[in-house]
């Protein structure tokens, strides 16, 4: 009888996902119905993480990781700065595995030995202390740190990570630099904080509507895809590159190569860097790419600080080569004190932190846990991570 009733619930759950989920109904019914396989879960939470998989377009790796010569159930994780109460709710979907917590690398190391996964962690000490790793959950979604922590073990461990979790969050930052350029904000901020009226601090011909403007994604990924959309919303052009061969979202007007980045630039009023850091991304906002840019153009860096050739964005700031930058991410990292960047009156500045918000962390909280149930029941990964590519 409780048998029967669980299978009703969780058809009743994938019915009622499909008829009300605004993206990917075969992601949520996909969601939902591995999440019946595990009743002991509060639906409320299956449903959330199916609902989160759909919404975000999570990509589910081909195979289950059962397939994998190297999966087998973990015996013991470690868990990123997890509080009693968060390790009990891993556990509900983890049984039989024992989950251990740790607050630093240093302490994740310490516990290594014997563990089959890490959430949270990457590191070459930790992956040394725990010979046996055979699965990391990266916390973010920048990953060429943890690629170069595995050195010759990148075929036997399985990486992923927090790609696309960040993008909604990420793209109102981006938006934010955008809508503050466009109407000065950041001028007249300036002359608020010395208690002064000053309507005529941006001139006529600097403000501007991103109504019919054109802005280009450098990387239509997760965070690139969810800047185009907003930007559609108000009404800009959007085009974009990106490295695989999807086909254009129906908000972008025009998705080419990577090979096409100065073409396009050549063409934007905003310029939006959303590329993760490879060896083929490493400098590719330099010189060459500044100087083609329209003279009125901004440029709006949430990706990564070393894809930008400071100097280079330096020069052409000062030279007003472009109109401005919006820098969340810088190279080096943190910018030094005394940089020429601090003092430009074009540019504006945040600490890494376009990816900050009351959701996020709740966020990254659910897909490890998602995660970490599909691991322990040798299912379909999300996020997977490819070493070659470098996200």
Not at 22 to 51: E, G, K
Not at 141 to 165: F, H, P, Y
Not at 278 to 291: D, I, K, P, S
């Amino acid at each position: 009888m409780k048998s029967a009733r669980v299978k009703a619930l969780a058809l009743l759950l994938t019915a009622t996902l499909i008829a009300t989920a605004p993206i990917s109904t075969h992601a949520v019914a996909v969601a939902a119905a591995a999440a019946a396989a595990a009743p002991h879960v509060p639906a409320d939470d299956n449903a959330r993480a199916a609902r989160m998989v759909a919404e975000l377009g999570l990509i589910e790796a081909p195979a289950p990781i059962r397939e994998a010569p190297q999966w087998r159930k973990p015996r013991r994780v470690i868990v990123r700065e997890a509080t009693p109460d968060r390790l009990a709710w891993l556990r509900q979907v983890a049984p039989g595995v024992e989950l251990v917590t740790a607050s630093s690398p240093a302490q994740a190391a310490a516990l290594a030995k014997d563990a089959d996964a890490v959430i949270g962690y990457c590191s070459a000490e930790i992956l040394d202390a725990g010979g046996d790793i055979r699965w990391i959950q990266w916390y973010f979604a920048g990953i060429e740190g943890c690629l170069a922590s595995l050195g010759d073990r990148s075929g036997r461990i399985l990486i992923t990570n927090m790609q696309k979790v960040a993008g909604p969050v990420m793209a109102e930052h981006v938006m934010a630099m955008t809508l503050a350029f466009a109407r000065g904000l950041h001028t007249y901020v300036k002359a608020q904080n010395q208690g002064e009226w000053r309507p005529d601090l941006v001139p006529p011909e600097q403000a501007f509507s991103l109504s019919g403007k054109t802005l280009f994604v450098a990387g239509l990924g997760g965070i690139g895809t969810e800047v185009a959309r907003r930007a559609n919303a108000l009404g800009m052009r959007v085009i974009g590159t990106r490295a695989s061969d999807r086909p254009a979202p129906p908000f972008v007007s025009r998705v080419g190569p990577p090979g096409e980045t100065i073409a396009m630039a050549r063409e934007a009023d905003v310029i939006v860097n959303a590329l993760p850091l490879t060896e083929e991304t490493r400098g590719l906002f330099n010189a060459q790419v500044f100087a083609r840019m329209k003279p009125a153009a901004y440029f709006i860096n949430v990706g990564r600080g070393a894809t930008v050739v400071t100097a280079d964005l330096v020069e052409a700031l000062q030279n007003k080569r472009i109109a401005g930058a919006g820098l969340d991410v810088t190279e080096p990292e943190p910018l030094p004190a005394g940089h020429p960047l601090w003092k430009m009156t074009n540019v504006i500045i945040t600490p890494h932190v376009s990816s900050v918000a009351d959701v996020d962390l709740e966020s990254r909280w659910l897909l490890m846990r998602e995660n970490l149930r599909r691991y322990v029941a040798g299912e379909k990964m999300l996020s997977v991570v490819d070493p070659t590519r470098g996200y």
